[in-house]
């Protein structure tokens, strides 16, 4: 396994992630990809260690693909559940952590509905001088890390099964489309897709992908040098947006209509709506935003003719995706993507278990 290049104590977020560590990740997951392809599915790499699911909102295909790729591992865990826990008596969050501290946890894979707080468990581990990792399973509106990262193994196994690497990227078109402005997923997937080198397209209705997005977007990676497939990438300085403006980089592209950013796409990934996220009617209704964004085989065919497919889930059938569509295999990845996610869980958490051992 290549660990030789892999120094990352926690994976928090993928905004400082270099090209090494993304074909790390890659290659390692590729391993794994082929160890559960075995009749044993189980290899002892981290056996003796302890992981901890610490999820704090609900979350079916992220916590049982962490549960899963741990006991692949050979890894102990440990499953949090905050309705059941001591946190409904008062404990904190950060007590809760000690407490599984205390358990002898090596690794804690934290997801909560609050930005920040897989951050500030991290940063009391850190305080406190322990060699516990934290992975971040997804906080509030900030990143997901894990879910773009098994995003970028299941489009580069498609192009180079045998080799998934970050530059096979380079050049393509890839539009991300629904509620931009809510999703965790969007953000981590821009950082990976631009460290790619590829052009990324932005659609969604003013109200889900307004200026302030662009603006947050601006000022997280504004003026700042990001590697990409090798080379330095220059990324502009901020700029007002307009509806078919690129923002904030020559390879991120904001749209308010579908068309423009479908137009010769390699791959599309369609987000779900995060109705539970958003205090006020941003949208009309479901019906008409399935009309203007919901992702069709009609729409499809201002794509490449192999267009792919992709989206996290939940899916909301019907509304960001056509039933017919979200399970048709010509064109969609939704199960590769929950197949590779436990590949791309099995090498997080080998890459950060490995100096433990």
């Keep these: 396994m290549p660990t030789n290049t892999w120094n ?15 074909d790390t990740v890659l290659q390692t997951a590729a391993s794994f990809q082929e ?19 610490l999820f704090f909102e609900p979350s079916t295909r992220t916590r ?28 904190t969050i950060l007590d809760t952590a000690k407490t599984y501290l205390a358990m002898g946890t090596d690794i804690m894979v934290v997801r909560h509905r609050e930005a920040g707080v897989p951050n500030a468990i991290a940063a009391e581990m850190d305080r406190l001088g322990v060699r516990v990792s ?13 879910q773009a990262l098994l995003d970028l193994f299941t ?7 045998a080799s998934p690497r970050l530059e096979l990227l380079k050049g393509k078109k890839i539009a991300i489309v629904g509620d931009i402005l809510h999703s965790r997923v969007a953000r981590s997937n821009i950082w990976s897709l631009i460290a790619s080198g590829a052009q990324v397209h932005l659609a969604a209705p003013p109200t889900l992908l307004p200026k302030l997005f662009a603006e947050y977007i601006s000022e997280q990676i504004g003026g700042k040098e990001q590697e990409a ?43 779900r709506l995060q109705k539970e996220r958003m205090t006020a009617h941003l949208l009309p209704s479901l019906r008409e935003y399935h009309h203007l964004f919901g ?15 992709l989206h996290p889930g939940p899916v909301n059938r019907g509304v960001e995706i056509s039933s017919e569509l979200m399970d048709d295999p010509e064109f969609s990845l939704i199960q590769s993507q929950v197949t590779s996610g436990v590949a791309v869980r099995m090498a997080l958490l080998y890459l950060l278990g490995s100096g433990k051992a």
């Excluded at 049982?64 to 404990?91: C, I, P, Q, V, Y």
């Excluded at 489009?155 to 099964?161: A, E, M, S």
Aim: hydrophobic letters at 35%; one cysteine or more; a neutral charge.
């Design 8 to 22: 990352r104590h926690h994976i928090l977020s993928l905004a400082d992630f270099t090209t090494t560590e993304y």
């Design 64 to 91: 049982s693909s962490f549960e899963l790729a741990a006991k692949r591992l050979s890894a102990d865990t440990l499953n949090f559940a905050a309705a059941s826990s001591s946190m409904t008596k008062g404990e």
């Design 295 to 309: 992702i069709t085989s009609t729409k499809l065919q201002l794509c490449k003719p192999n267009v792919k497919v």
């Design 155 to 161: 489009i580069c196994t498609l192009i180079d099964p």
């Design 229 to 271: 497939a090798g080379d330095k990438l220059i990324l502009s300085s901020p700029s007002s947006p307009t509806p078919h403006s690129p923002l904030p980089t020559p390879q991120l592209f904001l749209h308010w209509q579908l068309e423009p950013a479908l137009q010769n796409a390699d791959f599309v990934m369609t987000l």
């Design 134 to 146: 934290v992975l971040n399973a997804g906080d509030g509106q900030h990143e997901h890390p894990s």
């Design 35 to 53: 160890v559960l392809s075995r009749r044993t599915k189980k290899v002892p790499t981290l056996q003796g260690q302890v992981v901890a699911n």
